[in-house]
């Protein structure tokens, strides 16, 4: 069954560096997503990508977020400058259309630990 | 706001029995609502997806219903079994360019199956 693969599945960093989470959607699929879950806390939306470009984005994904495609299959999600504060889980989303019924699938996580 | 309200936090159930986790939403505009199932460590898992105009829908032993015009939504579990423990939540999505951006997740309620 297609599933949506993250790397690293934990990443830890220090204050200040820039860290880059992947993400593989399933293959044929078009849309993609971030979002993130604070320890103890709700899943948050991130930003949904389309067509190589962003469609949508929340009010946390700000100028140190940025996201890419940089091939066929990969999803990047970068941090510019790691605060305390993104330590989180990061979750990658993916659907093949951007319908309603399109069943969103979820990747793993990323347990990103800012020092 | 949008804001999605989930209840109970958390619930306790005997192996078999069945069990009702609830759902209050304000998101303006509504596209959908959507049941997560989210086992922990890992990423959510799609159950149902629900428009305005559906009352009801099923998927497997899950039940999900919809009354747009209370801004509530239930989830019924059926026949209980020890995988179901995890965290369910509800997902409510405003409409934009795609319909699972500008999501709105609930903080998820805790479900413990016992033997």
């Known amino acids: 069954e297609p599933e949506v693969t993250q790397t690293p599945s934990h990443q830890v960093t220090q204050m200040g560096q820039e860290v880059i989470l992947r993400c593989v959607p399933i293959?044929?699929?078009?849309?993609f997503y971030w979002y993130r879950q604070i320890l103890g806390q709700k899943v948050e939306f991130l930003v949904s990508?389309?067509?190589?470009?962003?469609?949508?984005k929340s009010e946390i994904f700000d100028d140190q977020f940025s996201v890419e495609r940089p091939d066929g299959s990969n999803f990047t999600l970068k941090i510019r400058s790691t605060k305390l504060e993104d330590s989180a889980m990061y979750f990658c989303?993916?659907?093949?259309?951007?319908?309603?019924?399109?069943?969103?699938?979820f990747g793993p996580g990323t347990r990103l630990t800012v020092l | 706001k949008n804001q999605v309200e989930q209840s109970p936090q958390s619930l306790i159930i005997l192996e078999g029995k069945n069990c009702t986790l609830q759902?209050?939403?304000?998101?303006?505009?509504?596209?959908?609502l959507r049941w997560y199932k989210q086992d922990t460590g890992r990423g959510p898992v799609s159950l149902t997806i629900?428009?305005?105009?559906?009352n009801t829908k099923s998927n497997g032993r899950y039940t999900a219903t919809l009354d747009a015009d209370t801004k509530q939504s239930s989830l019924h579990i059926t026949a209980s079994q020890l995988s179901d423990s995890a965290s369910y939540i509800c997902?409510?999505?405003?409409?934009?360019?795609?319909?699972?951006?500008?999501?709105?997740f609930g903080d998820g309620t805790t479900l413990t199956v016992k033997p």
């Open positions: 989303a993916s659907t093949l259309a951007g319908g309603t019924y399109n069943e969103q699938f």
């Open positions: 293959s044929n699929h078009l849309y």
């Open positions: 990508f389309y067509n190589n470009e962003i469609s949508e």
């Open positions: 759902c209050n939403y304000t998101v303006s505009p509504f596209s959908n």
């Open positions: 629900m428009t305005f105009s559906e």
């Open positions: 997902v409510v999505s405003a409409l934009g360019y795609t319909n699972a951006g500008k999501s709105t």
